[in-house]
């Protein structure tokens, strides 16, 4: 090494130039290929990052939290390739580096397949909509209020304030009963009457129940049709319709202004009754 640095010494510029200045100039241009590479490169994967989030979030399907997370993907992604065209002008085996980014990537995926099948699952329900804040669904088994939808998980509220996080695993994978979503729904109730009753009397006073209360709408039009034939009673379907947020104070309501309408009517809501026979065991 000694006599490498001296013998370098020795020669003079013009010999030093002869010897090394292709090299030299040749090493030049690809430090400077690799900056341009990389500093165009980095330009353009956050331009595209930053163009792939304002479309994103032009789209009503796609909330803020998609559009981010589409736009890193894009942007984490070209910074890859970047960083390989940058090493490939040092001479450096950029297939091997693929290979072993590959292994690597295929070992981290099958670690956390759970997770990224909520993150699969998390941009499904943000893309489609199946639910969004403020409804009321029944997701896994669990009803509630959606307070929240991110990328890993769904928060629902329970009628009772608890709340409930799920998986989106388990959101996406299963059935999705939205009871919001349409705007209006339908009520079904029976209240069952004695054989002895008048039907028809019946049948008009729970129509003019349910129709006097405002929240009940007009069409499609209440009905109150006769259901079933029990044991000790009639049982009277009544079907109307409301607004799904008037759906179940409208539906408690209605069920006590039938009782207090057929006490009024003398309408009696017939009870479960028994006859017990007794025999009496003959004297010998």
Not at 114 to 120: H, M, P, R, W, Y
């Amino acid at each position: 090494m000694i006599h490498l640095a001296a013998a370098i010494t020795a020669l003079t510029p013009e010999q030093l130039w002869s010897h090394y200045g292709e090299a030299v100039i040749a090493g030049a241009f690809k430090v400077l290929s690799a900056l341009a590479i990389l500093v165009a490169g980095l330009w353009i994967t956050a331009w595209l990052g930053r163009a792939v989030r304002r479309l994103s979030q032009k789209n009503p399907r796609i909330d803020n939290t998609l559009a981010a997370f589409f736009a890193s993907i894009v942007r984490y992604g070209l910074m890859a390739f970047v960083l390989i065209a940058v090493l490939d002008q040092f001479g450096v085996e950029t297939t091997q580096i693929v290979a072993v980014l590959g292994a690597a990537t295929l070992a981290i995926g099958l670690a956390l397949q759970g997770t990224l099948s909520n993150v699969a699952a998390g941009v499904m329900l943000i893309l489609f909509r199946p639910y969004r804040l403020g409804d009321v669904v029944e997701l896994a088994g669990k009803r509630g209020t959606v307070r929240d939808v991110n990328i890993f998980i769904t928060e629902l509220s329970t009628i009772d304030n608890v709340k409930v996080t799920l998986p989106n695993g388990q959101c996406w994978g299963a059935p999705i009963s939205n009871f919001t979503a349409n705007g209006t729904r339908m009520i079904e109730c029976v209240f069952n009457v004695a054989y002895d009753t008048d039907l028809d009397r019946a049948i008009l006073l729970v129509l003019e129940v349910i129709g006097a209360d405002p929240r009940t709408l007009k069409a499609p039009a209440p009905t109150v049709k006769v259901a079933s034939l029990g044991d000790y009673a009639v049982g009277l379907q009544a079907s109307y319709w409301c607004e799904s947020g008037d759906f179940a104070a409208l539906k408690q309501d209605v069920t006590k202004a039938v009782k207090e309408a057929f006490d009024r009517a003398d309408i009696a809501f017939p009870f479960p009754t028994s006859i017990t026979y007794q025999h009496e065991a003959r004297a010998k």
